[in-house]
């Protein structure tokens, strides 16, 4: 197994297991993921409990070699549909637990979604190295 396939099934891993703990938290505490549920869709604890069903699903089929593929992309695609939970939060000022974050928090977030979506995508092979050369 060469280093690029190595690193593929850790961070298949590393993110599907990340993707599961989120998932089951869903679940475990959905009052803690309500508020920044955007009004507009409606009942905020069919949400989180559809997105945490989907986040463990997600993540499982990131593990599995057999799955990856597919599931690298239903997650990236999933990343960018809920980003607008945490824009909401981000635009609207939401707070969690009380407290309202700094812009470079949302920031921070923002960038830490983008590097998932990629993740995702190389780990499933959406995503391939170019192998041009330059003259």
Known sequence: MNKTVLLQHLLSIVLGLFFINVGI?????????????PDI???PT???LVTGGMEIGLGLGLIIPK?????????????????TAN??????????EGKTFATIWHILRLIAQILMIVIALWV????????????
């Open 87 to 96: 824009l909401n939060m981000w635009v609207n000022d939401v707070p969690l």
């Open 124 to 135: 499933g092979g959406w995503l391939k190295p170019s192998r041009t050369r330059l003259p």
């Open 25 to 37: 938290a869903h679940f475990q505490d959905p009052e803690w993921f309500e508020p920044i549920v």
């Open 67 to 83: 799955t990856r593929k597919y599931s690298g992309m239903l997650m990236a695609l999933f990343l960018v549909a809920i980003y």
């Open 46 to 48: 069919f949400w989180v």
């Open 41 to 43: 869709l409606g009942d």
